[in-house]
């Protein structure tokens, strides 16, 4: 049987109250009407397909920070890499996406070999960072000897997502006017280098603590 006398409760009380009192309270622009239409235009569009949405928000616990609102979707499609790009990429551009940015993996040969970010403006003129992954096989069959992965036909999961800036996010986003090219990325049997484009474009979207600034 446990005793709790009055000393351990008042002991109690006092680390509750220490702790609450380091802890921020959650700032009463945390969500609006901006950051629901932005979440709302992340939800309509066809391309990005997101089975995984969340609204811009105060990340609870921090000094006045704010996540942006998420879409996030996957799906398996058959192609080479190249081919399974470009259809994304296609699809993508109809909805007003642009290819902005595109970069390497790691190059060990598994996980997401190439990442292309696309950039689009919503209703109300905010910019969203969207970003395609795609894995390099998923077949499970044993890739033969000496043999590119990234140029066989072959199942894959393609991963997509997008976020949108929430309401305090002061970064000064573009739509570039023509898509950055990325068919000559050294990952997809070219001679241009592991990445093209700005690297900070997630970065910018996803926002710094506001108390910095």
């Known amino acids: 049987m446990t005793v709790r006398t009055s000393r351990g409760r008042a002991v109690g009380a006092l680390v509750v109250g220490?702790?609450?009192?380091?802890?921020?309270?959650?700032?009463?622009?945390?969500?609006?009407?901006?950051?629901?239409?932005?979440?709302?235009?992340?939800?309509?569009?066809?391309?990005?397909?997101?089975?995984?949405?969340t609204v811009g928000r105060y990340a609870f616990g921090t000094n006045r920070q704010f996540e942006p609102g998420t879409g996030r979707g996957t799906r398996t499609t058959t192609g080479t890499l190249a081919q399974v790009l470009a259809a994304e990429t296609t699809s993508?551009?109809?909805?007003?996406?642009?290819?902005?940015a595109a970069r390497c993996g790691d190059g060990s040969g598994s996980g997401w070999p190439v990442t292309i970010e696309l950039v689009r403006a919503l209703?109300?003129?905010a910019v969203a960072v969207g970003e395609v992954r795609v894995e390099q096989d998923?077949?499970?069959?044993?890739?033969?000897?000496g043999e590119d992965a990234a140029a066989r036909a072959l199942p894959r999961r393609v991963l997509v997502a997008a976020y949108a800036p929430h309401h305090t996010n002061r970064a000064?986003?573009?739509v570039p006017d023509e898509p950055?090219?990325?068919?000559?990325l050294e990952c997809l049997g070219g001679p241009g280098g592991a990445s093209v484009g700005?690297?900070?474009?997630?970065?910018?979207?996803q926002g710094v603590d506001e108390a910095t600034r």
């Open 18 to 53: 220490a702790l609450a009192a380091c802890t921020p309270s959650a700032p009463d622009d945390q969500t609006t009407g901006v950051d629901v239409q932005r979440y709302q235009d992340l939800a309509a569009d066809p391309w990005l397909a997101a089975t995984s949405l």
């Open 92 to 100: 993508a551009a109809r909805e007003g996406w642009v290819v902005a």
């Open 123 to 125: 209703s109300d003129g």
């Open 138 to 145: 998923q077949s499970g069959a044993q890739q033969p000897e």
């Open 172 to 174: 000064n986003l573009d």
């Open 180 to 184: 950055v090219e990325f068919d000559a």
């Open 198 to 205: 700005p690297s900070d474009l997630l970065a910018q979207v």
